[in-house]
């Protein structure tokens, strides 16, 4: 019997513009709020500006205290270049303690590969900040042809049953 929802916090990876990202991020999400075990809270990337010089800002204060409330995270990510966005690595670097313990799983998009070459790279990352990634991901190749006009997956059952492995 579930007596409390466990927190997770989704993150858009992505900010730039005419991204893909919230695309592929709805459908995660969608398949988080139907899971009765969590309580979900979006992260747009694109809401906060994280400064190069790594000062405190309000900002970065923000993304701290809503990755500080998640039990678990997951992180939605293209391939940029064989990794991924540089504003990502921003996002983390600016915080430290709040990932510490935490699962992070990685859902990624991209063009062959279905961004696992920015999947690799984070699991050395997060490792690094103490949080433990989770072995199972939810992958999209060629993603600009997984879902259709209105956003939805055309393969929806596949897509929905890889998000369910990750949020069990
Ligand atoms: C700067 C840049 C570099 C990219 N490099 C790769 C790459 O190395 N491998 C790949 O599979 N796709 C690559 N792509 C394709 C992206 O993964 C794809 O366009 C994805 O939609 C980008 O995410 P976004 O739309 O949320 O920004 C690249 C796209 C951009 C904009």
Request: hydrophobic share 45%.
């Amino acid at each position: 019997m579930i007596t409390a929802q466990m927190k997770l916090a989704i993150v858009i990876g992505s900010v730039r513009q005419g991204r893909f990202g919230p695309t592929v991020a709805n459908l995660f999400v969608s398949q988080a709020r139907q899971h009765e075990e969590f309580e979900v809270d979006v992260i747009d990337l694109a809401d906060f500006d994280f400064p190069g010089s790594m000062v405190a800002s309000t900002d970065v204060d923000k993304f701290a205290r809503r990755i500080a409330a998640a039990d678990g995270i997951a992180i939605v990510t293209p391939e940029y270049n064989h990794s991924y966005p540089g504003p990502l690595k921003m996002a983390i670097d600016s915080i430290g303690k709040p990932w510490r313990a935490k699962p992070v799983a990685l859902v990624s998009y991209g063009g062959k590969s279905g961004g696992l070459r920015s999947v690799e790279p984070l699991r050395v990352v997060f490792a690094e900040v103490h949080a433990m990634t989770i072995r199972d991901t939810v992958s999209f190749h060629g993603v600009w042809d997984k879902f259709d006009d209105n956003g939805d997956p055309r393969d929806p059952e596949s897509a929905n049953a890889a998000a369910q492995v990750v949020l069990d």
